[in-house]
């Protein structure tokens, strides 16, 4: 029986090379990495990666890659201005979103967690199309669900969507025109886990209404 393998042990780092290691661990991540792991990983404590992925996100500025941040989560990027050039070097073309997609898109950034019912109360037409093409391009996501009859799907943007608008968090998404913001002060609804499913006798709510007559 082969012996357990154990960690090598590797001294704590000093706090002036957290920003320049933390970035090597992200360099190297494929996928966004969460404070805590970045942590661990490192033996230090979380406030001290904290302060050092702050301080990697201000040397950041002007660079070709940047520090992006959503919520716990914390992945390199490379800078929007430069992403023609990058889909030109790697041949690779990616197909516009449709100006339905793009307006069910805008009403989950701003108002998520949000139901597919509040998406269509806003757009007066059925949703469900943009919304999964949304989330086949992992644009968004669904985050929890809702209390009430049917406990229906709560929709969030995800890290992808960040990359795609070149955003380093989402709080950083213009504000609203002060008349959408009259508008737009309904109370956000709770949230459940999205494991907490709707009993088998509760449908759940897939709202199919027809698109309302123009005026």
């Known amino acids: 029986m082969r012996p357990r393998s154990q960690s090598k042990k590797i001294a704590r780092p000093a ?5 320049a ?4 661990l992200l360099f190297v991540a494929e996928e966004p990495q969460e404070i805590g ?3 661990r990983s490192l033996n230090v404590p979380r406030q001290g990666v904290e302060r050092a992925v702050e301080a990697l996100a201000d040397a950041s500025n002007g660079r070709g890659i940047f520090v992006q941040r959503h919520g716990d989560l914390v992945q390199l990027a490379t800078m929007p201005d430069a992403a023609p050039y990058i889909e030109r070097f790697l041949e690779v073309e990616h197909g516009r979103l449709s100006r339905a997609s793009l307006e069910t898109l805008a009403i989950i950034a701003y108002r998520q967690p949000v139901t597919r019912a509040a998406m269509e109360a806003v757009r007066g037409v059925n949703s469900d199309h943009a919304v999964a093409t949304l989330v086949a391009r992992g644009l968004v996501e669904k985050v929890a669900r809702a209390p009430g009859p049917g406990r229906p799907a709560l929709f969030g943007t995800t890290v ?5 608008f070149g955003l380093q968090r989402p709080e950083e998404l213009p504000p609203l025109p002060p008349s959408v913001e009259e508008r737009d002060g309904e109370p956000r609804v709770g949230l459940l886990p999205l494991e907490q499913e709707a009993p088998q006798d509760v449908p759940q709510e897939e709202p199919q209404e027809a ?3 123009s005026a």
């Open 15 to 19: 706090p002036e090379r957290l920003p």
């Open 37 to 39: 792991a970045l942590a």
């Open 160 to 164: 992808r969507f960040l990359e795609y």
């Open 21 to 24: 290691l933390i970035e090597s």
């Open 211 to 213: 698109p309302s007559p």
